[in-house]
C-alpha cells in the first residue's frame, strides 16, 4: 500500500505526490502544478558560448532533476539577485570584509563557491518555513521575524514553540480557580490584587507602577470584566514586533524588538517545561557542559520548581543575557493561585529603540539581583561550572551564573 513517512519534509511529499500522480491542495500540488517546473533556488552557474546559464533546483523535484538552464528562460528575479548577493558575500568574506571588485566575465563558478550558494539557499529557505512555522504556533497578535546575516546556522532542531507552561508528569499548573472578580470597571475596591493583599500593577496607561519584587494579580477567566480590562496585560501576549536573529559575536541566537518599547511596559512572558528543582540540577550538569542556560528558578515562595526553555518555549528562549539589561523579570498570577508557580513577565526597565536587542540578567529573582559576591545564597543548581559571560556591558560581573 502506499503511504507517506511520518514527519516527512515537504519535498518528500512533493516528490512522492508527483511520483504517484496524487493532488494535495495543502501542499501545492494542483491538477495545474502537477507536472509544472517552479525555480527553488539557484545552485552554479557558467558561461557556454557566450550564453549565462543557471542550474536550477525545481521547487518540489529531487536534486537529480535539477537542470542548467538560460537565464533568458527564468522568471525569478528576487532569486537571481538572492543568488548574486551569495556569491559576492562568499567573497567578502574570503577577503576578511575587504571591498571586493566582482568580476562579471567569469565563465564558472568554483565548487566551493557554489556550495556555499547553495547552503545558503537552503538556510534561507529553512529560516522562512521556521518564521512561519512560529507565526502560526504563536497566540498573539504581533509577529515574529528571523533573521541570519552572520553565517549558516539554521533554525534549532530540538526547540518546539509554545505558548504557556507545559508541565512534566506529575505537576499541575492549574490549581481550579472558580472565582474572579465582580467589577463592571476596573480598578475597584475589591478588584484581583486588593484581594491578594495588593495594589493594581498597571497605571492608566497600563504601563507597570510597582517596584520590582512585588508580585502581579491579573484578573482571570471567572471575573466579570472584558478583554479590554486594564488589568490584564501579561495573558495577551507580546504586542510587538520581535526578531529573532543571530548574534555577531558568538552568543548565538538573540532577540530585538523592530518597534519602540516605552518604559515599564510588558514585552514577553517567560515559559517552558516546569519541572522539580531536582530535575533541573540534573538537567542543569547536562546544559553546563554544553554552555547553554535555559533554567529559570521559580523561587517567589520556595525552591520546589523550575522552568526549563532548552527544548520547550516561546520568543524568550532566544533572549540573551546581560550584566546591564533592558528587561526586568517579575512574577504574574492570573488562572493560578499557586504561590510556587507564578508566570514569569519581562518588562522593560527604559525605553528601547526599534533595532535595539532585549536582553534580562540570567541572576535576576525579582527584586533581588545575586551577584557574584553573592554566590553563597545561590541554590544548590547554580553552584556548577561558571559560564562566561559575553554580554560586553561595561559593568560585567564575567560569568553568567
Not at 511520483?19 to 494542483?30: A, D, M, V, Y
Not at 502544478?33 to 518540489?60: F, I, M, P, Q, R
Not at 496607561?205 to 479590554?228: H, M
Not at 523592530?258 to 515559559?271: A, D, G, H, P
Request: glycine share 6%; hydrophobic share 30%; aromatic share 10%.
Amino acid at each position: 500500500a502506499w503511504y507517506v513517512p511520518c514527519l516527512a519534509s515537504l519535498e518528500t511529499l512533493q516528490e512522492l505526490c508527483r511520483k504517484e500522480n496524487l493532488r494535495c491542495k495543502s501542499i501545492g500540488i494542483t491538477n495545474k502544478s502537477l507536472k509544472s517546473y517552479e525555480v527553488e533556488y539557484l545552485c552554479d552557474y557558467k558561461v557556454e558560448e557566450g550564453t549565462a546559464y543557471y542550474l536550477v533546483k525545481w521547487k518540489g523535484w529531487p536534486e537529480s532533476s535539477n537542470t542548467w538552464e538560460p537565464e533568458k528562460n527564468l522568471n525569478c528575479p528576487l532569486i537571481l539577485q538572492n543568488f548574486l548577493s551569495d556569491k559576492n558575500e562568499y567573497f567578502s568574506r574570503m577577503r576578511a570584509g575587504k571591498a571586493l571588485k566582482v568580476r562579471n566575465h567569469v565563465k564558472a563558478l568554483q565548487p566551493a563557491v557554489a556550495d556555499y550558494i547553495v547552503k545558503k539557499a537552503k538556510q534561507r529557505i529553512a529560516l522562512q518555513r521556521w518564521k512561519e512555522e512560529l507565526n502560526r504556533k504563536k497566540n498573539h497578535k504581533a509577529m515574529i521575524l528571523v533573521e541570519n546575516t552572520v553565517d549558516l546556522e539554521g533554525p534549532p532542531l530540538d526547540f518546539y514553540y509554545i505558548n504557556e507552561y507545559k508541565p512534566a508528569p506529575g505537576i499541575n499548573v492549574v490549581n481550579g480557580i472558580t472565582t474572579g472578580c465582580e467589577c463592571t470597571d476596573c480598578p475597584a475596591e475589591k478588584c484581583c490584587p486588593k484581594e491578594a493583599g495588593f495594589i493594581l500593577a498597571y497605571n492608566k496607561q497600563k504601563k507597570l507602577k510597582i517596584q520590582p519584587g512585588l508580585p502581579i494579580y491579573e484578573c482571570n477567566s471567572y471575573c466579570r470584566c472584558g478583554p479590554d480590562c486594564p488589568n490584564r496585560i501579561v495573558q495577551k501576549g507580546t504586542p510587538y514586533t520581535l526578531c529573532i536573529f543571530r548574534t555577531n559575536n558568538g552568543r548565538g541566537w538573540g532577540v530585538k524588538t523592530l518597534q519602540k518599547i516605552k518604559t515599564n511596559s510588558f514585552v514577553m512572558e517567560y515559559v517552558g517545561e516546569v519541572i522539580t528543582s531536582e530535575e533541573a540540577e540534573r538537567r542543569g550538569q547536562l546544559y553546563d557542559n554544553q554552555g547553554n542556560t535555559y533554567l529559570f528558578d521559580l523561587d517567589y515562595d520556595s525552591d520546589e520548581f523550575t522552568v526549563d526553555a532548552a527544548r520547550y518555549g516561546n520568543v524568550s528562549h532566544f533572549v540573551n543575557h546581560s550584566c546591564d539589561p533592558n528587561l526586568q523579570v517579575f512574577n504574574v498570577f492570573i488562572d493560578n493561585l499557586d504561590l510556587r508557580l507564578p508566570r514569569i513577565a519581562l518588562f522593560s526597565t527604559r525605553t528601547i529603540k526599534a533595532g535595539e536587542e532585549l536582553t534580562f540578567d540570567y541572576q535576576m529573582k525579582g527584586s533581588i539581583d545575586l551577584t557574584s559576591d553573592s554566590a553563597d545564597g545561590l541554590s544548590p543548581s547554580r553552584k556548577r561550572i561558571r559560564t562566561v559571560c559575553k554580554c560586553g556591558a561595561v559593568c560585567c560581573r564575567g560569568y553568567l551564573n
